[in-house]
Structures are given as C-alpha cells and as structure tokens.
C-alpha cells in the first residue's frame, strides 16, 4: 500500500473538531483514547495553566493488527483482547465522570474490512464509540503534542511518530515566526493550517506522510527473514524506500536550525536503555536530546543480543522485545537521511495531541510560554 499524501504540499488537513459548545468549567475532566494497531492507551486529564494534569491512564498491548497484513481482516481473536482492554478504560471513564472525550482508531481499522463490525461490537459490549480518524489528522495531532519541545531556535522541523501499523512525518517550516512563538504557533495547528493573514505568526507545513509501514507491520511483512542482522538490515532499507516522494527529502537541508522530534514507544525504549533505566522513568526521557552516535550505539547492542537476549533485557520489557528491532530499522532509516545528528525524545503523541486539541477549542488552556 503507498504512502498516503495530501492533495497538494503546503496546504495542512482542515480542522476537524467540532463546534466549540461554552467554555467548561477548568475543573472538568478530559479523556483521550488511542486504539493503534499494537496497543490500546488512555489519558484522564485535567487543564491546569497551559498544560495538563494527567489524573489516569491506561495502556495495554492488543495487538490488534496480528494477522491483517494476509488477511486483511481483524482476528476474532484480537477484537476479544481489544474488547477486554476497552472495558477497563470504560469502567474508568465512568469512575471519573469524564463528560469530554475522543476515543480513536488508527491504521488497523483503517486497513481492515471488518473495521465497521469491529466497531459496532465495541459499541455493543462497552458503550464506547470509536472513530476512525485519517492519517492527516493522525499527524496533525502528533505534532501538536510536540509543541512544548519545540526549540525556540528552530526554524525547520520534522516530528515523526512511528506508530504500530503506520509512521506519520510532518516538515514544518518555522522560520517566518519569531522565536518565542514558534512553540506557540506549532500549537496553533490544533486548528488546521493558519492563513497568511491570520493575526498571528505562521508555522507552513511544508508536506507530510503517512508510510503504511510501523513496527506491527514493518515486522510481520519480513517475518520470514530467519537471520536477524539480515531482517534488520532489509527493514531500515525497505523503509528508506518508502520515503522516496517526501518533497523535503529532495533537497539538502541546512543542519543549524533544524530539530527532529520523535514519538513513539521504539525511540523512548531506545532513550531509556541509552540512560541505563531499570525501570522507566517519563521524566528522564521526555525532551531528552540523544545524538545519532548514541542512538547507533544502542541498536548495535540490541543486535548483539539477539532475540533471546532482547527477549530478557529488563530494559526492553517483555511487551516491547518484539518490535524492538522493526521500529529501530524505522529510526535508523531516518537518521541516514536528515541532515541532524540530535534527536529529540517524546514521550507524548496522538493522546496528549487529543487533549490538548478539545482543551484548545475549548478554550480552556492559557495562553502563555511553555
């Protein structure tokens, strides 16, 4: 399947909240919900100042696209195990008397035939209605979630979130947004693309992509491949492949002023082995800055550990051993090709980009520095 792309660069998805009803009260409670192809997680959260206070969570590994890439359909097996997680955020959402809420599904039920089924039984066995969102609104919510580590010196970005069945990338060209503004104006997308008359300062996305390739199916499509080296290897190209039509790609960039920022499971388990941690710590690996020689290092560790090893490596952790090496074969093959040697750290992404989206059109956050 190629890669999904707009109808013309420059021009970013149109907003697609809804209408605003008046603004809540501050002390009400939002939820996010993420169904992805591997995992399904959620946010409880409250507005507080211009960020949020995260008051539950959930996150659990479904593994819901297991099998689509043959068949082209979600598992009896898999809906179950998504069932059952979804109950338990149910039962939350109802303890807290969350009254705002998204609740979304990504590339698996994007790509799969029996999607509108799957969710009519979720509907049926726990209340909750999932939405299919599209790729460019998958972006458009992964890059907001970036905006509190954005650089105020940075004037060309590139967020990518690699995610269980799809990878998105956005390249936002900052440089016509003084600098205290540009985390500011990248929040500002929440809104779809700001006009060139628009009273504040602009970020122009540039282009962006969804590759139909992430950690889930990048995985299963070289299953067959029995040395690891050589798996790994044919991964990291194969993706590289993929991303032959990013318009950005084309040209040399200059590398002052350019940040990377990634999100996704693979670049913080990869951050947190580079520091050593037993056992996860957000606050260490949120906004960590790692350089492409520190990142290198730890996926030729990886390597030399081999299946068994990854298997058994806390740092990994059992939910993530098996993906590990697929989403390393995507972060490498975006380091050969952008012209930086730092990476920023995420650990945010669709949910954080969720909430702050209904707390934005609710005009519930301040407005102030990050």
């Given at each position: ?10 021009a ?31 946010l409880i ?5 211009n ?21 082209g ?14 109950r ?60 509190p ?12 979130d ?13 440089t ?6 540009r ?27 969804s ?5 889930a ?6 299953n ?11 991964m ?16 040399e ?6 940040q ?47 299946p ?31 012209p930086?040697d ?21 005009g519930?956050?301040?407005d102030g520095?990050?």
């Amino acid at each position: 399947m190629p890669p999904e792309r707009p109808d013309a660069a420059g021009a970013f998805p149109k907003p697609v909240e809804r209408a605003a009803p008046p603004v809540p009260d501050p002390a009400s409670l939002y939820a996010a919900l993420d169904l992805g192809t591997n995992s399904c997680r959620m946010l409880i959260a409250q507005p507080k100042g211009n960020q949020f206070h995260v008051v539950d969570s959930f996150s659990k590994s479904v593994q819901l696209g297991q099998g689509l890439e043959t068949s082209g359909k979600l598992s009896r097996g898999s809906m179950q195990r998504t069932v059952q997680a979804l109950r338990i955020c149910q039962n939350k959402l109802k303890k807290h008397e969350v009254g705002r809420m998204r609740l979304v599904a990504t590339e698996a039920c994007r790509r799969a035939t029996n999607a509108g089924q799957f969710i009519g039984y979720v509907r049926r066995e726990t209340g909750l209605r999932l939405e299919i969102i599209q790729p460019e609104e998958e972006a458009r919510l992964a890059v907001i979630s970036c905006a509190p580590l954005v650089s105020t010196k940075t004037e060309q970005l590139l967020v990518v979130d690699i995610g269980g069945g799809s990878t998105e990338l956005v390249w936002i060209d900052l440089t016509r947004v003084p600098r205290l503004e540009r985390p500011r104006a990248i929040m500002r997308l929440h809104a779809g693309f700001a006009n060139d008359d628009s009273p504040f300062p602009a970020a122009r996305v540039v282009d962006w992509i969804s590759v139909p390739l992430g950690v889930a199916t990048l995985r299963e499509q070289f299953n067959d491949v029995r040395d690891d080296a050589a798996r790994f290897a044919l991964m990291s190209w194969f993706f590289e492949e993929n991303l032959a039509d990013f318009s950005p790609y084309e040209n040399e960039q200059a590398r002052e002023g350019f940040q990377v920022i990634g999100t996704s499971g693979t670049i913080t388990t990869v951050a947190a082995s580079h520091l050593g941690l037993r056992r996860y710590d957000r606050n260490k690996v949120d906004g960590l800055r790692m350089t492409s020689d520190q990142i290198d290092a730890v996926i030729r560790e990886y390597l030399a550990l081999g299946p068994e090893g990854r298997r058994n490596d806390p740092r990994i952790g059992r939910d993530r051993q098996a993906l590990i090496m697929s989403g390393a074969a995507i972060l490498q093959a975006l380091l050969r090709v952008w012209p930086t040697d730092r990476l920023s750290v995420a650990d945010r992404g669709l949910r954080e980009g969720l909430l702050y989206a209904q707390m934005s059109a609710d005009g519930v956050l301040e407005d102030g520095p990050y």
